[in-house]
């Protein structure tokens, strides 16, 4: 059988691209406020350096104008393409999620997040230490987590100066996790301190 080379993790048109579940960087920005979502969410394009937002779910999404703008993503989520320093290129995708619940047939409003998942799938074809993450426990990840840690607290700080939120996580499936279920050291956490500035609580065990 011969080498069958891996996808290019950009490649948002190949399907194992989009498998494996998502690295996070997961913003509690608070109730639901549009305005302040779209601000957050053009901060937070901008940090990253993302490309030209798209969908590629759609079929034909060269041919439909997509807008990094809070309407663009409440309709549905928008991908780009993310340039990792010290890491390289990969997929990504920018998500809301408004929570919301029903008590006695009523709706209750409750926070947005906004998650920016780089998906392992990619992140697998962009580097082969990525490998089983996070479900083989001998897999070394700190050689590529960290640089997206690292990347992460920077896009969390430029947030933050633009939208002060309640808090940030981020790692494997992090979206909407709360700081009292933070296992210290195996996420990181970003939260306020009483001066108004943002204190990062950094991964420790990779």
């Not at 989009?18 to 920005?29: N, R, V």
């Not at 990792?84 to 409750?110: D, H, K, N």
């Not at 998650?115 to 580097?127: I, K, Q, V």
Request: hydrophobic share 40%; with cysteine; glycine share 12%.
């Amino acid at each position: 059988m011969g080498y069958i080379s891996a996808a290019s993790p950009t490649d948002a048109l190949h399907g194992d691209n989009w498998h494996g579940g998502y690295y996070e960087l997961s913003i509690k920005l608070g109730d639901h406020d549009d305005g302040r979502l779209d601000v957050a969410l053009n901060s937070l394009w901008e940090a990253a350096g993302l490309s030209r937002p798209f969908r590629h779910r759609e079929a034909e999404r060269g041919r439909e104008e997509t807008r990094v703008s809070g309407a663009s993503l409440l309709a549905g989520h928008l991908d780009a393409i993310a340039t990792i320093p010290g890491l390289g290129a990969t997929l990504c995708t920018v998500i809301v999620v408004r929570e919301e619940s029903f008590e006695s047939g009523v709706s209750q409003y409750g926070a947005d997040w906004l998650d920016l998942c780089l998906p392992l799938g990619a992140l697998g074809n962009l580097d082969q230490r990525v490998g089983a993450y996070p479900f083989d426990d001998t897999a070394p990840s700190r050689s590529w987590r960290e640089p997206i840690e690292r990347w992460f607290a920077a896009i969390g700080q430029a947030v933050f100066r633009s939208v002060p939120f309640l808090h940030a996580v981020t790692g494997f499936e992090v979206s909407g996790v709360e700081p009292s279920e933070v296992n210290s050291g195996w996420v990181g956490l970003f939260r306020p301190t009483h001066q108004g500035a943002l204190a990062i609580d950094p991964v420790s065990n990779w």
